[in-house]
């Protein structure tokens, strides 16, 4: 024991040796500020030494004096104000190319002691300073620096920032202080965000929630004074939400809200209104309507400007025609177009049609998991299940690559959000805006450093990554999970009371548990399903009662033996101190939730295997008199997707039929899927076509099986095309297709471009179809099936398809 001590000891003292000998000590430096009447480095100043202190304890002292010889010295100052430096400091900085736009000249000299930033603004001052504290490891009573930075950098694209919505439907944002805000923003600032965009009062959404701490009118003005402070820009997201935008009396109405928004902003740089989802208006209407908003918001921010989206739910081409016939008439009001949710037109394409000089703006969807713009590819419907379409979700790998296959054909991005469980992904955001050549790793490593611990951003960084590799691919044999598991666990059993309280750990240390029982769930609910379908299938008449009763047990064994309750325990803890912390709302019980926001742990629970289908079936079989009968609808229910001899059965909602289709891009090249397919969720609810949580139930309220809560589909009137081969030559099919999902399309089928097989109906209403397969559609050994929608649809669906021999 004393030996494994002493090794212990000898290993943190060169630990702690060589980092200093890498580091510059600036404990017990002083902060010079060169004075500057024109251009003030007080915000940024205080930025560096109010989160300098928050983790070390440690006051910098401020001096504008030169400082004396031997002093350990941050010099922050304004381009043109380097003849203040001393003559080596000067030297150096020289060495180092001045930086662009935004951009921020950022070096150690190790033999002075010192650390310079400079940039021609405050704003791009603030970018330096954070720069030096995310590389900084910052202790109690330590503060060092690496001695080796020499960085002149600006960025790549000059719009880059979050959406920040005061409003019920965000999953923690309502629950915000005006202090809370003014950290997020603060933190977003450190990592290059130049923009904030905010929300008027009335959106899509309640007027007010019991977790808000100041009424939305008020926290709007807070929230663009915050911005102010730091020099950011101010957009805002306004929809347009009024009955009639032709009636004068409703406009009238309409442009007074706006009128009293606008007067109320200290700040505003720009004004988004999206085209449509919500607000879904004609382009001749909407672009008449944003002339007259215009005049009102110069009237208070002069040179303010509008953007639009053409973003609209069902669009067709003569939509399209007039909206671009505006966009590119020279208004001189008008801002950009922005690339969003639910805009059918690739980003490339988009490029195309507006005119070069009008940038365009991306407004990604970092928030969402399903049921959304870059949904995360081929999820376990397990997944889809319990963490649902708002979860904590980092994906720096993927958002990574989805910043950067479309970045070139915009000017940046202000990211959609409705919450802080995609705070990984707004910071990975903010990295590629500036340097799409960033690694997500060194990302997540400053990232770590600086909003958890300086001591574990390695461990940290490393947990955060293997937390999206939990996601890919099927769950019940991820062997990640675990690892992932025992990652966090590790960093959870050294972390400081600080840490333990901190809400980024939380978040993280709560999908790693999550994640953990729900596979544990998964693994155990398919061995009871598969107990349970052994027992029925060797059922005869003489038992088949007994049988039901067996398999019954079986299943709800589930429910009355649950597994992994020490996992599901820790995780309600996790939620509740989430909610503590930063008013995550994870339930909608106990936390005040929005129903399909962020309430994963409501989902904790939701049966991962047949069972409620099952015991639907089993129920019914129990009444039939006839034994016979009864073991002839057990076999029939457990050989549902038999195709019969010579057939095929595929359920095109999992990876196994992915050979099939027909695609002409990848996931890697078209990560939006608008001119791919995708694996998508949700059974349907006849009348609904938006579904946020996915569900054993559906259409008329009926259990269903498990294969029709996922999907293969298309958006828009992008094809689906299913093709198979080593067909029969000689032999005459029939297809029986189930039809499930979120969409109701009107979806037409033929087999090679030119046989039809059914004319355009209307899905959503019933699931399942039968058609005949004319012989000469498969009398060459192959056959290829295309679905489309009608103009205007959201996009053809195919669940299930058996093709069987007559």
């Known amino acids: 024991m004393k030996c494994s001590k002493l090794v212990a000891c000898i290993v943190f003292l060169l630990t702690v040796f060589s980092s200093y000998a890498q580091h510059i000590d600036l404990s017990k430096a002083i902060i010079w500020v060169s004075s500057e009447k024109q251009i003030s480095l007080e915000k940024p100043v205080q930025v560096l030494r109010e989160e300098i202190q928050k983790r070390t304890q440690l006051l910098l002292p401020v001096v504008t004096k030169q400082p004396d010889e031997g002093q350990t010295v941050i010099y922050v100052l304004a381009t043109g104000r380097e003849s203040k430096l001393p003559k080596t400091i000067r030297e150096a900085l020289d060495a180092v190319a001045e930086p662009g736009n935004e951009g921020f000249r950022l070096l150690t000299i190790k033999e002075q002691n010192a650390v310079v930033i400079t940039a021609k603004d405050a704003r791009s001052v603030l970018y330096g300073v954070g720069r030096l504290l995310r590389k900084a490891a910052m202790r109690p009573g330590q503060l060092l620096i690496p001695d080796n930075l020499k960085l002149s950098t600006s960025p790549k694209y000059p719009i880059r920032g979050h959406q920040l919505g005061y409003r019920p439907k965000t999953n923690s944002y309502d629950a915000f202080s005006v202090k809370q805000f003014d950290q997020y923003i603060r933190d977003l600032a450190l990592f290059g965000a130049n923009s904030i965009e905010i929300m008027p009062p009335r959106t899509d959404d309640d007027d007010t929630s019991a977790h808000m701490k100041l009424p939305p009118v008020k926290m709007m003005v807070e929230q663009s004074k915050i911005a102010k402070s730091y020099g950011l820009d101010v957009w805002m997201w306004y929809p347009n939400m009024g009955p009639d935008y032709t009636n004068r009396d409703s406009l009238k109405k309409e442009m007074q809200e706006r009128i009293e928004v606008f007067a109320a902003l200290p700040k505003l740089d720009h004004l988004f209104v999206p085209g449509g989802d919500p607000g879904d208006l004609e382009p001749d209407v909407l672009f008449d309507w944003l002339g007259k908003i215009a005049v009102a918001l110069h009237q208070f921010h002069p040179n303010a400007k509008i953007w639009v989206s053409p973003q609209v739910f069902r669009p067709n081409q003569k939509w399209f025609d007039d909206f671009f016939k505006h966009v590119n008439s020279g208004y001189p009001w008008f801002g950009g177009v922005v690339f969003g949710p639910w805009v059918k037109i690739p980003l490339a394409e988009l490029r195309k049609l507006v005119k070069a000089e009008i940038p365009i703006r991306r407004y990604p969807d970092i928030t969402h998991s399903l049921s959304c713009q870059y949904p995360v590819p081929d999820w376990d419907v397990a997944y889809a299940m319990t963490l649902g379409r708002e979860c904590v979700n980092p994906r720096p790998e993927d958002e990574k690559h989805i910043h950067n296959i479309l970045a070139p054909y915009a000017s940046g991005s202000i990211s959609y959000s409705e919450g802080t469980n995609d705070d990984v992904n707004k910071f990975i955001w903010s990295d590629q805006d500036w340097d799409p050549g960033t690694p997500a790793m060194e990302t997540l490593r400053d990232y770590s450093r600086l909003f958890m611990n300086a001591d574990i951003a390695e461990e940290a960084a490393q947990g955060i990554m293997s937390l999206e590799k939990n996601l890919r691919g099927a769950l019940l044999t991820n062997e990640k999970v675990g690892q992932t598991l025992q990652q966090w666990q590790q960093i959870e059993s050294e972390a400081s009371p600080e840490l333990i309280k901190n809400f980024r750990f939380q978040m993280c240390l709560l999908r790693a548990y999550y994640d953990a029982y729900i596979q544990r769930r998964l693994t155990h609910e398919k061995a009871l399903e598969a107990q349970a379908k052994d027992i029925l299938e060797n059922a005869t008449s003489e038992t088949s009662s007994v049988a039901i ?38 339930t909608i019980e106990k936390h005040g939730a929005m129903p399909g926001r962020g309430n994963f742990i409501d989902n904790i629970d939701l049966p991962l295997n047949n069972a409620p289908w099952l015991l639907d079936q089993l129920s019914a079989f129990e009444k039939l008199e006839d034994d016979n009968e009864r073991v002839g609808k057990i076999k029939e229910m457990l050989h549902r997707t038999d195709p019969g001899p010579g057939g095929f059965y595929d359920h095109f909602g999992s990876v196994q039929s992915k050979h099939r289709l027909i695609s002409e891009k990848t996931w890697q090249e078209d990560p939006g899927s608008l001119q791919s397919p995708r694996i998508s ?126």
């Open 549 to 586: 009763l067996q398999a019954r047990m079986i299943l709800e064994k589930a429910v009355e033996e649950p597994v992994g309750q020490a996992l599901k325990e820790k995780c309600m803890v996790l939620a509740d101190s989430l909610f503590s912390s930063i008013g995550a709302q994870l």
């Open 681 to 806: 969720f949700g059974v349907g609810v006849i009348g609904e076509e938006w579904v946020h949580e996915v569900r054993s139930q559906g259409f008329s309220g009926q259990t269903t099986p498990n294969a029709w809560m996922s999907q293969i589909n298309t958006l828009y009137d992008t094809p689906l095309k299913i093709r198979y081969d080593n067909l029969d030559t000689t032999a005459t099919y029939k297809m029986r297709i189930t039809y499930t999902g979120r969409f109701r399309s009107k979806q037409k089928l033929v087999a090679n471009d030119n046989i039809v097989i059914h004319d355009f109906i209307q899905t959503g209403e019933k699931p399942v179809y039968e058609f005949e397969i004319p012989k000469e559609a498969t009398s060459g050994g192959q056959v290829t099936f295309t679905w489309t929608c009608g103009e205007g649809q959201r996009g053809s669906q195919v669940t299930e398809i058996w093709l069987m021999k007559k």
